[in-house]
């Protein structure tokens, strides 16, 4: 089932099409025949031939500007088939368009790149022949992400990084880390720099102490211990990188967003599925109305969502300022689909609480969602500021 949108955007049906054909006839036979489950340590050879498959496909990076080989998708397009992917039930699916490890993770940052360091790390990655992460949480630094310690000092024309990094999502099959230290301690938020660090260099140390309940092997901590790196991999200007990280946060926390309603609407078809399908007391379960009341709950709350977020892409595709709607978004998505999840376990009985059933793990992963990328807290507090002002007394 596809909710049809007020007002779809343009120019992406053919796209679409073959991105469902490559992941209905390639990638899930693939996974099929590999015997592939959401918990299992994938190889690194597999996951890089998974991004130069999608590459050489035209999926990997297909939002970027055509000069860096993407096709220049608007937010709205980007949302569709984000949406597609995770909605497939493909477990590679964060893979396909490079959400995790590749181009997605460097944004906007790109902009402050160097030719030597799009040489370096940009083309490499957009290739599908390195990965990337993004590291800014530290074990005592969540929400207040400016309260970062992790320090890079200034050694001749090297920087020397000391530091930790907690819950860095895709570092466990990245080859370098976009990371956030402090270069200026009594500057603030604007002695902080983004920095490109090697994860091979020398005093490097990865940990997967800290599990998430996926249990997905995806994110680490990464200790970096007098780390020395060419001070030519500074992006932008020394003391910039938290401003360059915080201005895209908008667009990342709507990003977010279609991956989650993809998986509230793979768990809802796999509901719909199994309530014809489940006998009991005589006839499918689909006939009782509590069965049929849940589904019509998840249906509306995901067309809500489904709709807020394409019209707020809409938005940000005019050039409209978006940081109080993408809040929005990242709130309600977060907290609607998640509710679609546990619906879904309750329609699957014991079904659904069964380990790594579809439905099980989608609760799962759906539930993280609001955590990372700013907790529902957080996202309240902006909402509430944009609000208030826009209506200052
Ligand atoms: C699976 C996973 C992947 C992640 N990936 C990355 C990554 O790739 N890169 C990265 O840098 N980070 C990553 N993170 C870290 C993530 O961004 C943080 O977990 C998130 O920002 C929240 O910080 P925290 O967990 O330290 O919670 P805390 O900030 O300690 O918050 C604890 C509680 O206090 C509340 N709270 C805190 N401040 C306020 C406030 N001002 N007002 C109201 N309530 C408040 C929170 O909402 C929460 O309920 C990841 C985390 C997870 C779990």
Request: glycine share 8%; net charge neutral; aromatic share 6%.
């Amino acid at each position: 089932m596809h909710m049809p949108s007020t007002s779809p955007p343009a120019g992406i049906d053919a796209t679409r099409v073959a991105l469902r054909q490559y992941l209905q006839e390639e990638l899930l036979p693939l996974e099929k025949r590999l015997g592939l489950s959401y918990e299992d340590k994938f190889p690194r050879e597999l996951i890089r031939s998974v991004w130069r498959r999608c590459r050489a496909l035209g999926f990997y990076g297909i939002h970027l500007p055509k000069a860096l080989g993407g096709q220049g998708l608007s937010l709205a397009q980007l949302c569709l088939l984000k949406d597609d992917v995770a909605a497939s039930g493909a477990i590679l699916f964060p893979h396909v368009l490079g959400d995790w490890g590749g181009p997605s993770r460097i944004g906007s940052l790109v902009r402050y790149a160097t030719p030597d360091q799009v040489a370096r790390f940009v083309t490499p990655v957009i290739e599908g022949d390195m990965g990337i992460c993004f590291a800014m949480t530290e074990p005592h630094s969540g929400s207040d992400a400016a309260s970062i310690r992790t320090r890079a000092e200034r050694d001749g024309d090297h920087f020397v990084i000391t530091g930790h990094k907690h819950y860095i999502t895709a570092s466990t099959f990245s080859d370098v880390a976009i990371t956030m230290c402090v270069t200026d301690p009594e500057a603030g938020d604007k002695g902080i720099s983004a920095i490109f660090v090697p994860l091979d260099a020398p005093g490097v140390r990865m940990s997967d102490d800290c599990v998430p309940m996926t249990q997905q092997d995806v994110d680490a901590d990464i200790f970096f211990d007098r780390v020395r790196v060419p001070a030519t991999n500074l992006i932008g200007p020394e003391g910039e990188g938290f401003r360059i990280a915080m201005d895209r946060i908008s667009v990342n926390r709507l990003l977010h967003c279609p991956t989650m309603i993809g998986l509230a609407r793979q768990a809802l078809n796999h509901s719909i599925a199994y309530a014809h399908r489940r006998q009991q007391f005589g006839g499918p379960i689909s006939r009782f109305q509590a069965i049929q009341h849940m589904i019509a709950d998840m249906a509306t709350a995901l067309y809500a969502c489904e709709q807020m977020v394409l019209a707020t892409a809409a938005r940000a595709d005019r050039g409209e300022e978006i940081r109080t709607e993408a809040s929005m978004c990242k709130l309600f998505v977060s907290e609607r689909c998640f509710e679609i999840a546990d619906k879904a376990v309750q329609i699957h009985g014991n079904v659904g609480v069964t380990h790594n059933h579809p439905v099980e793990f989608i609760f799962r992963r759906l539930r993280m969602y609001r955590i990372v990328t700013g907790t529902s807290e957080i996202q309240r507090n902006t909402v509430a500021k944009g609000v208030l002002a826009r209506q200052a007394a």
